[in-house]
């Protein structure tokens, strides 16, 4: 927000929403985020943090690299398709989970169980797929992402 007033009156007015069956709590931040800051022009940059070194495991079994997209049989696209979604999801819920991603345009729901997610190209919808494919719904579903037709 803007203004100290927008942000109350964004906290006010979203501050209690449900959210797949969870209300939002939402607070003030506890200071300035360093995005402002810099625009304001009162950024100082903070001491970095330096890693303690970890002891060294000597057996350690190597791990498989994850996934990070599910195997898609679709060629990609800048429209990403949701299936099996809860009957409750709305399209408001599906707008909240991914217009925090950029390049994001509209949530599409033709039918309950299924939606379409279009953003402006095609590297904007793989970055989401990987940030929210997997992401849990509800305690039983989960979202499964995959390409949609262009």
């Not at 990070?68 to 999801?89: F, G, M, N, W, Y």
Request: glycine share 6%; charged share 25%; no cysteine.
């Amino acid at each position: 927000m803007e203004t100290v007033q927008g942000a109350t009156a964004s906290l006010q007015a979203e501050n209690g929403t449900s959210f797949f069956g969870r209300d939002i709590k939402i607070a003030y931040a506890n200071e300035t985020s360093d995005r402002i800051a810099k625009r304001d022009g009162t950024y100082v940059p903070k001491a970095k943090r330096i890693k303690a070194e970890q002891p060294k495991k000597e057996e350690v079994a190597p791990t498989p690299p994850a996934e990070e997209l599910p195997k898609s049989t679709a060629p990609p696209s800048h429209i990403l398709l949701a299936q099996d979604l809860p009957e409750d999801v709305t399209k408001a819920m599906l707008e909240m989970l991914f217009q925090q991603y950029t390049g994001y345009k509209e949530v599409r729901i033709p039918r309950p169980g299924l939606g379409f997610v279009e953003f402006e190209t095609e590297p904007h919808a793989t970055l989401a797929m990987k940030g929210l494919h997997g992401f849990q719904l509800t305690a039983k579903n989960v979202l499964k992402l995959d390409y949609g037709k262009a």
